[in-house]
């Protein structure tokens, strides 16, 4: 009976060891999102969506190149989104290294996109974009790094991405935007996914997820 009872086991650790769970959404089907507490909201399909829910809305900033992106970049494509700045000693470096994890599991794939946010936009200008950019392995046509207006940026990251975790205190402009998420965007410009970017476990995740929206 113990002899029996081994070799179940060691067939059950051989199964889950041919198992890929990096790569495994945990459903079929995404969730939506539209408002800070990211309580989920379920639809059969993406035509049962009301019109008028959530979407991320118009925007114009420079990435690394100097060139000015628009909604119109990321129109019809998935896309990832984070908030850092490039004089960041703390978390930034690990998000960054991270998100790279993310732009080489989809090198090839034309229809995923990378966003990065700088939060301190007055200092990181595009020439210090460029640089980071560099030294961080960016791909340029995969991976934007954004600047421009402070108030667009943090409109964006606040009123429209949700992106911090501090719900339930007030925040003016003067605020300092300082996250670690990583917000999952659909072909539509509906939020589907919110991840720690410091977290390995956390980024596989995501990075199914996308594999799921892809095949939407």
């Not at 060139?67 to 998000?95: H, Q, S, W, Y």
Request: with cysteine.
């Amino acid at each position: 009976m113990i002899r029996l009872f081994v070799i179940i086991c060691m067939l059950i650790a051989l199964n889950g060891c041919s198992s890929n769970p990096k790569q495994t959404s945990r459903v079929n089907v995404l969730p939506y999102y539209e408002e800070a507490t990211f309580t989920p909201k379920w639809f059969e399909s993406d035509g049962d969506v009301p019109s008028d829910f959530h979407q991320i809305p118009s925007f114009t900033l420079q990435n690394q190149l100097g060139e000015t992106v628009t909604e119109r970049d990321v129109a019809g494509k998935v896309f990832v989104v984070n908030f850092f700045f490039t004089t960041c000693l703390g978390i930034c470096p690990k998000m960054t290294n991270n998100m790279a994890i993310v732009q080489s599991e989809f090198i090839n794939d034309q229809g995923v996109l990378l966003l990065s946010h700088s939060v301190t936009p007055e200092f990181d200008s595009v020439a210090i974009l460029r640089g980071y950019a560099d030294a961080k392995g960016v791909i340029d046509s995969k991976w934007y790094l954004l600047t421009g207006e402070r108030e667009a940026i943090y409109d964006l990251g606040r009123n429209h991405y949700f992106v911090e975790e501090d719900l339930g205190l007030e925040k003016d402009s003067d605020d300092f935007i300082h996250t670690e998420n990583f917000i999952l965007i659909d072909q539509s410009q509906h939020i589907r996914g919110i991840y720690n970017g410091l977290n390995k476990t956390a980024v596989q995740q995501l990075i199914a997820d996308i594999k799921i929206l892809k095949k939407s």
